[in-house]
Structures are given as C-alpha cells and as structure tokens.
C-alpha cells in the first residue's frame, strides 16, 4: 500500500504498526542471509544486478575501515542506479567513523521500504537515503536521553 493518495495516505497510516512489524520482521530474517542477499531483493526496485557485487565490496571496505574510493569509483558509472549512486554518495558524505551504521541504516532503510512500499523505487531511494540520515541524527536522539534533556527538548516552546 504506497502512500501517494489523501486516502492512501489515511490507510497507511492506519496500518503503519503492522506494516513496521512485517517491514523489521522481513529485516531480521533476510539480515540473516547476508548483506548480498539484502542488495539482492533491492534489484526489484532498480538496483542493477552488478551493483549488488558493487555495493557488498562497499560495505566489505566500510567493515574493514579501508578506503572506500576505489568502491565508490566503481559505483558511479555512467548509467548507474540512482539507489546505488545515492547509497555511494551518502557514505562518501560522512566521517569514516560513522560509514558503518550509516551504510547499514540506508541498506537496510531501502529493504524496510521495498517491501512496505510496495516496491516503488521512488520511496525505497527516499528511505535509504532518509535511514541514512536517521543514523547520524541517532547520536543528537542518544545524546539528549543519556544527559536527561529530552524532556526539556520535547517541552521546549
């Protein structure tokens, strides 16, 4: 059910609780299976099937805290996938210590949406890179819990 209508829009979110419980339960059990498998389902939403291979040696490099631009090189071809060059673009984009969560938040973002979208490219490329920046912005969320500030955050007028 793809929320591009008002009364979509209203179905979804009546259904957002259960389509987040299929989404992350889909997650854990594909997570399973591997990175490659993950990027593998995403081929439905426009990743090129060379990309997946592209796209692991990525996230093999992020994992080895090696450099990343021979990867990202190979990634940024002519006729790449908007998914992969975004995936390639956003971890380009943020300090070498936060590739890894951010990597997995936008994979891993693009899957939840695959399969809650009903595999609409548009939201799966939305969701990764919108997973992404959900990862960086975790620290700013675990910040204000741990020095007891979230409760001045969400009063704040």
Same mark, same amino acid.
């Given at each position: ?24 339960s ?22 090129? !099937? %060379?990309? *997946? ?5 990525? $996230?093999? @490099? ?9 990867? #990202? ?47 609409? !490219? %548009?939201? *799966? ?5 919108? $997973?992404? @920046?959900t ?8 910040? #204000? ?5 979230g ?7």
């Open positions: 059910m793809s929320p591009t209508q008002n009364s979509d829009a209203t179905a979804f979110a009546e259904n957002a609780a259960q389509l987040f419980n299929s989404a992350i889909l997650s854990r059990e594909d997570a399973r299976l591997g990175l490659k498998y993950l990027l593998l389902r995403l081929t439905t939403v426009g990743l090129k !099937s %060379d990309e *997946v291979g592209e796209l692991q040696q990525l $996230g093999i @490099a992020v994992f080895k805290n090696a450099d990343i631009a021979l990867p #990202l090189q190979n990634i940024r071809k002519p006729l790449a996938s908007p998914l992969a060059v975004a995936i390639a673009n956003v971890l380009e984009a943020v300090p070498p210590d936060r590739r890894q969560s951010v990597f997995l938040a936008a994979v891993l973002s693009a899957h939840a949406a695959h399969n809650v979208g009903e595999r609409r !490219s %548009d939201l *799966v490329l939305f969701a990764a890179v919108n $997973g992404a @920046a990862a960086q912005t975790t620290i700013l969320t675990q910040d #204000l819990i741990a020095h007891r500030h409760l001045e955050f969400a009063e704040r007028e």
